[in-house]
């Protein structure tokens, strides 16, 4: 057996990350590591892993880390890059936080305030680079030994865009992006506009005007698959439901492009994977399809009146958007079938 | 004593404007009809509104309806005209339904189906017109015998971009929506797709693509306030909530316009407004602050990177996006004080 | 016009009774004061109430306090006694706190772990107090300078039961209930297990065991009502909702009652009461029903077979369930219509 | 592999079987049937089941659902008999129906209104069975070839209650619950109260007064624990979420019982058990941290003022309450490991 520790566990992202690892037939639970609930039970802070309840948090220190074959981080931004690098070279970095996904240490200081600690393999498996026909970010994964997972908006965002914009479909220039999140996205902190009697039968927007810290790695994802600058207006909303997130992206058509051929680009990009799924024509996705499992549910439609493509997502932000996309990129750091002990079905209703 | 008939009261339209009526000072709640409902007690079908539980509901007919000073219509589309045709012109009718909101015959069919009845005044007091700085539709409302009550997304659109474009701080050619709905927008219509399962915990999209009937509505409002032709990318979601629009608007800043100068159009626009509120600046919507109430939130941000405004409203759609129009314009035809009996804040939280 | 104060005017009770004091035809706002929240504008603390946006949030001191007819305090338990001694004995004083209501000092010391403040008239009017077919808690509130206003909880268990104790229909000896709250029951604190997070799409139980602070007054006002020892299992639950309470209450059928003849009790205790409805057989209620309003909406019905009579009372926790029976017990201490300004349609769906 | 035909494959039932039986790894998902819905893709009908999504719903008839090892039905109550007669008596029929739940015809023809067709092993493994301290219902299902899936109710009810009838720790002649659950539980039917805008925000009760057809499953289940007859009374409720179970159960603490020793009953019957969790004392379940899972979350509390012990279990009523327990007893039947393939986990928040 494979033997992993998860750094952050008392956080949403991390207890994900542990639901599926009690799934995973290869690999088994090692180290369980805290901030502040350092100290507890698991089936204190983590109710629902019932059969992790005895087991205690530890500090989040190197040594408790070391003597893993790999080890997922779910830290606040910022908290990776000191322990990774104790960490060896031969054991598998995941990092669920946002510190290594950036190329450009500009961007990075400008919706970050601090300076910049690198770039790692971007884990988006499904991603066009652009580089050719079917190139996808999957050639770089393999055996990785540090690996970024992508944000969860940028998930949803990115798969449903890069299709078209990477077969000269979409113009570049002017893509809007409006997208539902459930709260779990925003984390278990203690703020008063999470509260339920806040959220419960309300939506609203937050990060409005381009200030939202996923506006760069959106535009970073959109832009190599477009093999150009992309810029986008994205404005994310909040939603009362724990989980999952529905991503409504729209770009212009390109001149020229007939709206009957627009399809075939999803169609070829996602014919062979198993988690992206564009549905049957006419049928939309529901956040609640893809509930706890590692699968992104898209489909589109032409509107030739308003000149635009409309491209839907819907991602579990926890699972694929978080911790499903960390397992898969281990899977794949460790030469294991990339779809190992990863849900298929969502829960629903 | 001003006496009010309200056809199609069995629906959740019919049953808001019963709401709102029992809390009005000069109008008494006369005939309520219904068609499947017909013969049933309000209490069975509107167990919500105590005092008239022991009302019946009749059938909807010219009969039943005559001899009222207003006669409010909650019908399913293309059952107004006939009814309103045989109500006498010296009664007010404010219609809910879409039957007599547009003024192009061609839109109406496009949308439609079917042949176009008329156009009627339109019941939305507080939109831009276009024609001067301040010139607003309530113009065409007072003592009108006929309104044609707005549909709930336009309402939440319309009023989020009007005072852009009449500004000229936003270009008319390339305005993208995405708006969340609660459920009640749908109706009780008994569709497995609105069954409470399948809506808790999930967002779905729905009439993607410019097929949803309120874009027509939406592009002619936008284009008498922007005075010129404005097309709309509008994509409405379903949320997990029962009441209440977000409406997410961007169009582009318009070349030349100051990004500090944008705001001024709003804060001119609705100073004095008694139902729509710029909010102060940082402060966003959220549709559980207007739940009831017949108020519309407003916000908006320039984001210069990405070249677009972000304008977002929040209405409860039941009431300022229905009902608590449908009694604002009844106010303005019969002479009342607009505001009189509409409730001015939210039920929260 | 009357002039009131609301003190602790930050939380949900607070915000609550300012809803409705904005509706009432008699009493004029004067100041809202707050703890930790002072200083604020009220636009930022409870943005849905749009009217009030612009008042300044004061400290609560009896300074500030004074001047005023009616003074709601909205306080956390044992703040009330100082701040009401200093108000001057001519000031209605409505406590939506708990430290007044209870009569027992030992129940008190045992449940509150404090020293008992004294008692003031309780704030129920249509609780039955057993010294007549008729009488009811309504007499000791005319023109009462102090009044306790009941918790959510005993508000719902409490109108459910009593008319069967009452009537002798029910043994006093073995009562069972169990209730379900939405979150704003449990105010606005920042506790992980408010999150919206947690308490979407979950039920769960707390303070079971007799250990809920509100079991007390509800053995107090049943008890009364029976004119005998009333005990009361009681288990409170929360809701995936932000208001209401469903409270499923239980009692044995008294030995030689015949089954038919129980209803007659609660239809005799309500016929007359604008505010508690026991709905027609078969029609049972639902918490959005009552939501927002100051109905009580009650059925009932008798299992032969298990011996026990099943009462299931909704009331919205912050409306009749504190807000509106503090607005409630204001018009009756000022000598008012006791229903002036209060909803009496919930707002649905 | 084992080869499962799943009859009534298009309902909430259906699906989850399907779902688990995905991640099953014997078991290969053969005919999958339905009513109405025969003719269309699972895609259409159960778009969470991504990789069935190709698969199309056949006829719900013997031809089709014959050459399988294991047939699960999930049909409407009264059409199971006819089938399983025509299976032949070595294919494992596993029965999520009512229809062979009850041992007394009388108890199936007052609440069901048919003529009883029989009974079959029941497939509750973890009840006890009260022949012995630890005896418990699952030596009646190992290599069974018809069972008997329990109802939701039941299953949460039976499982809270058991231990302590069984240990004579509770008498079994005033037993109270009220059960709170999701909306899943009332099925797919096109009902107006089971419409999101009916349902979300609102509490409600239903078949109140021993009316409920689980009432004499979950007598049945005790009584046999009990070795006693227990009489219950029972209140289900409708809570706003999709899934999940809330029972809170209590009854009267028997006489010479001392309170400190009541929990060692629970500590005892499932201490062994891999899906039935008694938490540690303190924590108390909630719907959400069994959703998905197949596990039962119990915790109790006595109230010596009351009498009474309350015992508060959850479960998810499509899994554990449905789904979770055929493809347990479908476990035993086939002679695999009880705990094959089933979720041991809860997906929250």
């Known amino acids: 057996m494979i033997r992993a520790a998860v750094a952050g566990a008392s956080g949403y992202a991390g207890g994900e990350i542990l639901r599926l690892l009690l799934a995973h037939p290869h690999i088994e639970i090692g180290a369980v590591t805290a901030g502040g609930n350092a100290g507890e039970l698991l089936g204190a802070v983590h109710p629902h892993l019932t059969p992790l309840r005895e087991r205690r948090l530890a500090d989040t220190t190197v040594d408790v880390l070391s003597g893993h074959d790999v080890v997922f981080l779910a830290l606040p931004h910022g908290h990776s890059a000191a322990l990774a ?112 009697s806040e959220v419960m039968g309300s939506m609203s927007p937050y990060g409005v005007g381009g200030v939202h810290r996923h506006t760069p790695e959106i535009e970073q994802n959109l832009s190599r698959a477009a093999g150009a600058t992309v810029t986008v207006s994205f404005t994310p909303t909040l939603a009362p439901m724990a989980r999952g997130i529905l991503a409504t992206c729209t770009a212009r058509l390109a001149p020229g492009t007939e709206a009957a051929s627009v399809r075939a680009a999803w169609e070829q990009a996602y014919a062979d994977e198993a988690f992206v799924h564009l549905l049957p024509e006419g049928q939309w996705p529901r956040t609640a399809d893809v509930l706890g499992s590692n699968n992104v549910h898209v489909q589109l439609a032409v509107d030739e009146r308003a000149g635009r493509v409309v491209v839907v997502a819907a991602v579990d932000n926890l699972t694929k958007g978080t911790a499903g996309a960390a397992v898969q990129c281990a899977n794949l750091a460790l030469g294991l079938e990339e779809t190992t002990g990863l849900p298929v079905a969502g829960v629903a209703p």
């Open 85 to 196: 690098a104790q960490l060896g070279d031969d054991v598998v970095v995941i990092d669920c936080g946002a510190d290594f996904r950036l190329e450009s240490a500009d961007a990075w200081s400008e919706f970050y305030d601090t300076s910049h600690a690198g770039t790692w393999p971007y884990g988006m498996p499904e991603l066009l680079t652009g580089s050719g026909p079917v190139a996808k970010q999957r050639a770089a994964l393999g055996r990785a030994r540090r690996i970024a997972v992508p944000g969860c908006y940028p998930t949803a965002v990115s798969l449903a865009l890069a299709p078209g914009l990477a077969a000269g479909a979409l113009t570049p220039d002017d893509v809007v992006v409006v997208a539902a999140s459930g709260t779990s996205g925003a984390g278990k902190g203690l703020k008063p506009h999470l509260l339920g």
